[in-house]
C-alpha cells in the first residue's frame, strides 16, 4: 500500500499501472501543452482547457492528489522547505500542474496560491517539483482552469 510521500517511481514495473489515473494525467498533460480557449464538458478529461469572464486563456488545469491513504498529498513550494505535514503548513501546498507523463511516472509542479490580492489568478508557479508512480495515486480532483505566469 502506498501512503503520502512514501512511493518511489520505478518505470521497470508498470504493469500494474493505474490506467485510469495515468489516461487522466496524460489528457491534462497534452492539454496543457497545447492550451486552448474554448471550454468543454466540466471533467478532468475536457478536450480543452477552459476560459471565462477573467480568464482569456488558460495554460493550466490544476490537480489535487489523493494517495490510498485518502488524503491529499502535500508538498513544499520551495527546494529547501522539506516538511510539510498538510497544506495548512506554511510553505507548502496540495495544487499541483502536470508537467509530464512517462509510463507509471508522473512529474508535477508544486502550485503556490497567489498572494497578490489584485491578480485575477489564484497560483503562482514554484520551482518545487517531484515525480510520483501513478501507482500511487488513488484520487485526482480537477480545479478550475487558470493561467499561471513563467511556466
Given at each position: 500500500?502506498?501512503n503520502n510521500?512514501?512511493?518511489?517511481?520505478?518505470?521497470?514495473?508498470?504493469?500494474?499501472?493505474?490506467?485510469?489515473?495515468?489516461?487522466?494525467?496524460?489528457?491534462?498533460?497534452?492539454?496543457?501543452?497545447?492550451?486552448?480557449?474554448e471550454?468543454?464538458?466540466?471533467?478532468?478529461?475536457?478536450?480543452?482547457?477552459?476560459?471565462?469572464?477573467?480568464?482569456?486563456?488558460?495554460?493550466?488545469?490544476?490537480?489535487?492528489?489523493?494517495?490510498?491513504?485518502?488524503?491529499?498529498?502535500?508538498?513544499?513550494?520551495?527546494r529547501?522547505?522539506?516538511?510539510?505535514?498538510?497544506?495548512?503548513?506554511?510553505?507548502?501546498?496540495?495544487?499541483?500542474?502536470v508537467?509530464?507523463?512517462?509510463?507509471?511516472?508522473?512529474?508535477?509542479?508544486?502550485?503556490?496560491?497567489?498572494?497578490?490580492?489584485?491578480?485575477?489568478?489564484?497560483?503562482?508557479?514554484?520551482?518545487?517539483?517531484?515525480?510520483?508512480?501513478?501507482?500511487?495515486?488513488?484520487?485526482?480532483?480537477?480545479?478550475?482552469?487558470?493561467?499561471?505566469?513563467?511556466?
Open positions: 500500500m502506498c510521500n512514501e512511493c518511489s517511481c520505478n518505470t521497470n514495473n508498470c504493469n500494474n499501472c493505474n490506467s485510469c489515473i495515468a489516461e487522466i494525467l496524460q489528457v491534462i498533460n497534452v492539454l496543457q501543452s497545447n492550451a486552448c480557449p471550454n468543454c464538458l466540466n471533467s478532468c478529461d475536457r478536450p480543452a482547457l477552459g476560459g471565462g469572464v477573467n480568464c482569456i486563456v488558460c495554460n493550466t488545469r490544476p490537480i489535487m492528489i489523493y494517495g490510498c491513504n485518502g488524503e491529499a498529498w502535500t508538498m513544499p513550494t520551495t529547501t522547505n522539506t516538511v510539510c505535514t498538510d497544506a495548512t503548513t506554511t510553505g507548502c501546498s496540495n495544487v499541483f500542474r508537467e509530464k507523463v512517462d509510463g507509471c511516472c508522473c512529474t508535477f509542479r508544486v502550485l503556490a496560491p497567489n498572494t497578490d490580492t489584485t491578480s485575477l489568478y489564484p497560483y503562482v508557479s514554484t520551482d518545487s517539483i517531484f515525480t510520483l508512480n501513478i501507482n500511487c495515486i488513488c484520487g485526482v480532483r480537477c480545479l478550475n482552469d487558470t493561467f499561471v505566469e513563467c511556466l
